[in-house]
């Protein structure tokens, strides 16, 4: 078994559950946080066979993770293992320089930063606790403890936003001058709460979106980004090297209630019921990963980004007659056995990803 060099680490707990989210999520329950952190740890000392020593990435996401109660938070970054990276997620209004010099001298390398918007009226339609000045606080209080890779999100496409909102959030991103963003199209699953209230505005802006989506490539790649994948830009080449791991097909290990791992060709899933994660019982979902499958996801995943897709070995998953089309459309670009989007195709992303494969 070859060592899997990236960790994923679940933390569910938030203040709130907002209606668009699908996550595995639960609200509140202090009570519970240090039994969770015992169940994470007694789940990574089962499954640390699996690692590589060293790994290069460790990810705590959820959830919100600096919800977390900080002694637990702190005990859990000081279990794991040492990483070239390790990123914590957090919500702006969570962020007290307390919390930011403890992930600093826990060894947090970066943090990302769950803005979503600056403009208050899109923050309460997605019912975000934050207000636009929480962000820039937490932005002022992580880097005066010492950060020197910040990423923020930014989600477009909320119901209500103008275009003038759309420019005022990246403007407002880009004058903070992170290291990193990742800007998403608002995705709410059929059956969320938010897709009950807000389903109609939805449908209305969907045409709007690639407008918008060019929109935030033209301006973060005018302010000096590199657009590295579809929804992700950065500066100084601080890629997300976790999120990269994935892009690039590589294995990894997701610890916690919910969390899902990709190792040695099978892919499972925990239980997302806490109470029976809290006492030990995973109930994994497994899921064999044939070649094929590996892939398909290769080039979906790998074509996504902007070097260059080496295609050796993924030839039997690419459908000659739509590579000859999206050839001559002028949407991908094949040179050396390498396979790549031209920037209008990457603009169309899965519809060119779909042509391609067999």
Not at 108 to 116: D, P
Not at 198 to 211: K, S, Y
Not at 272 to 293: C, I, N, W
Not at 315 to 340: F, I, Y
């Amino acid at each position: 078994m070859s060592g899997v060099r990236h960790l994923y680490v679940h933390l569910p707990f938030c203040a709130h559950r907002c209606g668009y989210c699908d996550f595995v999520t639960a609200v509140g329950r202090p009570e519970q946080h240090a039994a969770y952190v015992d169940a994470l740890l007694r789940e990574l000392d089962e499954e640390r066979h699996v690692l590589a020593d060293p790994v290069e990435t460790v990810f705590l996401g959820g959830g919100t993770p600096t919800f977390t109660a900080l002694p637990e938070l702190v005990r859990l970054l000081n279990a794991l293992p040492q990483a070239q990276e390790v990123t914590v997620e957090a919500n702006p209004e969570t962020v007290t320089p307390e919390l930011a010099h403890a992930l600093r001298a826990a060894a947090v390398t970066r943090v990302s930063l769950g803005a979503q918007s600056f403009q208050l009226h899109l923050l309460r339609t997605l019912e975000r606790g934050a207000q636009p000045e929480d962000v820039h606080r937490a932005f002022s209080q992580l880097r005066g403890a010492g950060f020197d890779n910040l990423s923020l999100d930014l989600i477009y496409g909320i119901p209500g936003q103008s275009v003038a909102d759309l420019e005022a959030d990246l403007a407002a991103a880009v004058e903070l001058g992170p290291e990193h963003l990742s800007c998403y199209e608002l995705e709410a699953k059929p059956g969320t709460r938010f897709t009950i209230h807000h389903g109609a505005e939805l449908e209305r802006q969907a045409e709007a979106m690639e407008d918008y989506f060019e929109r935030v490539v033209a301006v973060l790649t005018g302010a000096g980004y590199r657009w590295y994948e579809t929804a992700n830009f950065c500066r100084d080449d601080k890629r997300a090297q976790h999120n990269l791991g994935y892009w690039l097909g590589r294995d990894y290990l997701g610890i916690g209630v919910g969390a899902v791992s990709t190792v040695d060709g099978e892919r499972r899933r925990n239980t997302p019921k806490l109470a029976r994660y809290l006492a030990g019982r995973y109930d994994r979902e497994l899921e064999h990963v044939d070649e094929d499958t590996r892939a398909r996801e290769r080039l979906m995943l790998g074509l996504r980004l902007d070097d260059p897709l080496p295609i050796a070995g993924l030839e039997h998953a690419l459908d000659p007659a739509g590579l000859a089309r999206v050839e001559q459309l002028g949407l991908a670009t094949r040179w050396n056995d390498t396979l790549t989007l031209t920037e209008r195709g990457r603009y169309l992303g899965g519809g060119v990803t779909a042509e391609l494969l067999r």
